[in-house]
C-alpha cells in the first residue's frame, strides 16, 4: 500500500489507477517496465507514467547496479511523458531524482541522455546558461560512455543554443562536429542538422539561402520528422522575414506555424507564436490587435510555465548539486589527511635513518612530490570550497525570491505536515535573513523567540529537516558566512582570523578553527592566504 499511495500522489491521479498499481506491486521491476513501455507505444500516456512511476518506486533502493539503472531508466522515461505534455516542472524533478540514481550506480549509460534533457528544460524556461553547462556535461559524458545518438543530439542542442546566445563562431564548431558523425537514420536528426544549418546562413547575413532551406524542410522533410518540426521551420521563416522587415511574409508563416501548433495540439511548444504576432501587428501599426495577442501570450505562459513548481525543482537540484560537493570536499579530505601522515612519517623517517646520500636524496624528492600534491589537494578543496559558496547563494537567492511570509505561531501540541513545513520555512528565513546567529549568545531559545515557537518544536523540525542538531546547524551558516569574509579583502582584508571568528560567534579561536577545518578541509588562516593568492 506504501508503493500505491506514493505513485498515485507523485502521478497526481487520485485512485484512478488504484488497479494497476495493486498489480504492478507484486511484479517485477522489468515486467512493470515492459508494461509502460506497451502503454507508451500505444499512446496510453496516463498508464504509462503510472507504470513508469510504480517500476521506479519497485526498484528504488536496490543495491545492484540493474536495478538502479532500471529505476533511472524508468524515471528518464516518466520525465519524457511530462516533458511532451508541457509539464516542464515535472519532467525535471523526474530528470533530478534519475540522475540521483544514475551517478549512484557504476554503469552510468544514461547519464549523457539526464544531462540533455535538464538542459532542454532549462532552455524552455529561458534560462540558457545552465541549459548549455549540463549540454556540455552530457557531451562530455559522452566520451566516457560512447553514446552516437545521445551526442549527435547534444551537438545539435549546443549548436541551435549558440546561435540563439549570438554566439555564431562556436555554434558553426558544434554543427561541423555533427556534420563529421555519420549519417543518421533517424528522421528527426537529419532535420534539425538542415535546420540549424539553415540558420547560420540566417546569422552569417545569407537571408534568402535560409528562408529558402527553411520552406522545404516544412514542405518536404518537416512531415517525417513530425508536426513540432514542421513548427520549427515555419518559426525560423517567419523570424527571418520579421528580420528582414517583411511583416506580411512573416504573418503568413506565423499562420502557418500557429495553426498547425494548435492542429496537433503543440500550443505549449510554439507559445512564443503569440508574441510574434503583437511584434507583426506593431510592425503593421495595427495596436490594439497587437495588445490583444500580447495580452494572450502572457496568459498562455503563466498557464503553461508553472515557475513556483519549476524554482522548487530547481532548488531541489541545487541542494543535490551541494550534497556531491560536499562529499566530494570530504573525499579530499580524507586524501589530505592521508598524505599529511604520509609527511609526517617521511619526516621521522628521515630524521631518524642515517643511510646515505642516495637514500636521502630519494627520500627527499618523494617528500617534495607529496608536498606538490599536498598544495593541489588545497588549492582543490579551496575550490570546491568557494563553488560550494556560491551554490549555497544561488539557493538563498532562489529560495529568497519564492519564500512566502510566514509569521504564524504554534500553539497545538504537535505539529502536523503543515505546521513543520512552515516552521522549517521560518528558521530558514530567521537564518538567512539576519546575522542573529552571528551572536555568541545564540541559543536555542532564542531562535525558537524569533521564530514564534518553542525550542522543543525548533529542535525536532531541524533534527528531522536538515538531519542536524542546533549546533551543527548554526555552524554550517557560520562557516558558510567566514567563507566568505575570509574571502572578501575589501572589507575583510584587515582582519586577523581570530577578529573574522569573533564576529561570527564562535567562543575562542582554537573552536573557530576546529569547526571550520571539520566543514572545509583547511584552517581559516589557509583559506585566507588563498583567497589572497587568487585575487593576486
Known amino acids: 500500500m506504501a508503493l500505491l499511495c506514493t505513485v498515485c500522489r507523485g502521478a497526481g491521479m487520485g485512485g484512478r489507477y488504484t488497479r494497476i498499481i495493486t498489480d504492478a ?50 524515471r528518464l522515461k516518466a520525465g519524457d511523458i511530462y516533458y511532451r505534455r508541457g509539464d516542464y516542472a515535472s519532467a525535471l524533478e523526474a530528470y533530478v531524482e534519475g540522475l540521483k540514481v544514475c551517478e549512484s550506480g557504476s554503469r552510468r549509460t544514461r547519464l549523457a541522455q539526464f544531462f540533455k534533457n535538464i538542459g532542454n528544460v532549462y532552455c524552455v524556461f529561458g534560462d540558457y546558461e545552465k541549459g548549455y553547462e549540463y549540454y556540455r556535461k552530457g ?76 520552406k522545404r524542410l516544412a514542405a518536404e522533410e518537416g512531415p517525417k520528422a513530425g508536426a513540432n518540426y514542421v513548427c520549427s521551420a515555419y518559426q525560423m521563416a517567419y523570424k527571418a522575414y520579421m528580420a528582414a522587415g517583411k511583416a506580411d511574409s512573416a504573418l503568413t508563416y506565423i499562420d502557418r506555424c500557429w495553426d498547425t501548433a494548435c492542429r496537433e495540439g503543440l500550443e505549449h511548444m510554439f507559445v512564443e507564436a503569440l508574441k510574434d504576432y503583437s511584434a507583426v501587428y506593431t510592425m503593421k501599426g495595427r495596436k490594439e490587435l497587437a495588445q490583444e495577442y500580447k495580452a494572450q501570450y502572457l496568459d498562455m505562459r503563466d498557464s503553461i510555465f508553472d515557475t513556483q513548481k519549476f524554482d522548487m525543482a ?32 617521511q619526516r621521522v623517517m628521515l630524521g631518524a635513518a642515517a643511510m646515505g646520500a642516495a637514500v636521502v636524496t630519494a627520500f627527499l ?15 582543490d578543496l579551496y575550490a570546491l570550497n568557494r563553488k560550494l559558496t556560491d551554490n549555497y547563494e544561488e539557493l538563498k537567492a532562489s529560495r529568497k525570491a519564492t519564500a512566502e511570509d510566514d509569521g504564524r505561531k504554534y500553539k497545538s501540541s504537535n505539529l502536523n505536515d503543515t505546521g513543520r513545513r512552515a516552521l522549517a520555512e521560518a528558521i530558514t528565513s530567521v537564518m538567512e535573513n539576519g546575522d542573529e546567529y552571528c551572536r555568541a549568545d545564540f541559543s536555542l531559545e532564542r531562535l525558537a523567540q524569533l521564530t514564534g515557537s518553542n525550542s522543543k518544536y525548533v529542535s525536532q523540525v531541524i533534527n528531522d529537516t536538515f538531519n542536524k542538531n542546533f549546533r551543527t546547524y548554526v555552524n554550517d551558516y557560520r562557516v558558510n558566512l567566514a567563507r566568505q569574509r575570509l574571502a572578501d579583502l575589501e572589507h575583510y582584508g584587515n582582519y586577523t582570523t581570530k577578529a573574522i571568528g569573533e564576529s561570527l560567534g564562535f567562543s575562542s579561536q582554537a573552536s573557530f578553527i576546529n569547526v571550520f577545518r571539520n566543514a572545509t578541509g583547511l584552517t581559516p588562516s589557509q583559506y585566507q592566504k588563498m583567497s589572497m593568492q587568487e585575487r593576486r
Open 25 to 74: 506491486a507484486i511484479m517485477s521491476p522489468g515486467k512493470v517496465l515492459r508494461m509502460a513501455d506497451t502503454c507508451a507505444m500505444r499512446g496510453q500516456t496516463d498508464s504509462a507514467l503510472v507504470l513508469y512511476m510504480a517500476a521506479a518506486s519497485l526498484a528504488d533502493g536496490g543495491l545492484s547496479d540493474g536495478g538502479m539503472e532500471l529505476c533511472a531508466t524508468a
Open 139 to 214: 557531451y562530455d559524458a559522452c566520451a566516457k560512455r560512447p553514446d552516437d545518438d545521445t551526442r549527435r543530439k547534444l551537438l545539435i542542442n549546443l549548436t541551435g543554443l549558440c546561435l540563439h546566445m549570438g554566439k555564431t563562431a562556436e555554434a558553426a564548431r558544434w554543427h561541423a562536429a555533427a556534420m563529421r558523425m555519420k549519417d543518421a537514420a533517424d528522421p528527426e536528426i537529419a532535420f534539425m542538422a538542415k535546420l540549424n544549418q539553415g540558420m547560420i546562413w540566417e546569422a552569417g547575413g545569407q537571408r534568402n539561402k535560409a528562408i529558402a532551406c527553411f
Open 365 to 379: 624528492i618523494v617528500t617534495l612530490r607529496q608536498k606538490r600534491r599536498l598544495r593541489r589537494s588545497y588549492a
Open 314 to 345: 530547481r532548488n531541489a537540484q541545487t541542494r543535490y548539486e551541494m550534497q556531491k560537493a560536499d562529499k566530494e570536499i570530504a573525499e579530499l579530505r580524507y586524501s589530505q589527511r592521508n598524505r599529511e601522515q604520509t609527511i609526517f612519517f
